[in-house]
């Protein structure tokens, strides 16, 4: 069974803090994707990854980055929060061809005070 | 630009009742589309995606082409159908990355 672990399920930071957000699949998935959730927006794609090392921005990659030195790992960086990134985010693994299932992790809730 | 366009927020029924996800997309090629549904407390997961022609936990949904359609359908509502359910369009060759709709969230009542 595919699994995708996002370490930290609650965050609350501060405004102005650098913030990390890890997430690890155990299947080997090139690709790799970060999303945030809101209500009434779903799921707007900020990055992924199709490759160690390799990155494209999503929809919305503004004051976001990313980093993949490592093929099961996706982290998603914020240089420097703020309060209208207070969001669900997912991340989400996918093997690379087309129409494979992606699978999701279990979300972290992120609140910037 | 691909959209996937989900009209309601909400869906209210009654148990026993049928229910219609309405979802629409914009793309101008053969995209695959999918339903993804998150229940509370769970983890988003697929529900089940328009290659298959499959029927899972009794939802079926067809792709209509001509009006760029791909509404998910249940003829009985179930209480444990409760759940915000996400329409998504893949588009093959863009790094095959999901767009997803805003989502519906149905609920069904007893």
């Known amino acids: 069974d595919v699994k995708v672990t996002q370490s930290s399920r609650y965050l609350v930071k501060r405004t102005g803090e650098k913030v990390f957000l890890e997430c690890v699949q155990d299947m080997d998935h090139e690709n790799m994707f970060w999303y945030r959730q809101d209500p009434g927006l779903g799921l707007r794609l900020i990055y992924f990854s199709y490759d160690v090392k390799m990155k494209e921005k999503g929809d919305i990659p503004e004051g976001y980055s990313v980093s993949r030195e490592k093929k099961e790992r996706f982290s998603l960086i914020l240089e420097s929060a703020s309060t209208n990134q207070t969001s669900m985010y997912l991340c989400?693994?996918?093997?690379?061809?087309?129409?494979?299932?992606?699978?999701f992790g279990e979300g972290s809730w992120l609140t910037v005070v | 630009a691909q959209r996937v366009t989900q009209p309601e927020k909400l869906l209210s029924v009654f148990k026993g009742a049928p229910v219609e996800l309405k979802c629409n997309y914009s793309y101008s090629g053969s995209p695959e589309l999918f339903w993804y549904v998150q229940y509370s407390r769970q983890r988003l997961q697929l529900l089940l995606r328009?290659?298959s022609r499959e029927s899972i936990k009794g939802f079926t949904a067809d792709l209509n082409k001509g009006e760029t359609s791909f509404h998910l359908k249940k003829p009985f509502a179930q209480e444990e159908d409760s759940a915000m359910y996400y329409c998504?369009?893949?588009?093959?060759?863009?790094?095959?990355?999901?767009?997803f709709g805003a989502g519906t969230r149905l609920a069904v009542h007893p």
């Open positions: 989400a693994s996918k093997l690379g061809s087309s129409g494979n299932t992606i699978y």
């Open positions: 328009h290659i």
């Open positions: 998504a369009l893949m588009c093959p060759g863009g790094y095959n990355k999901l767009i």
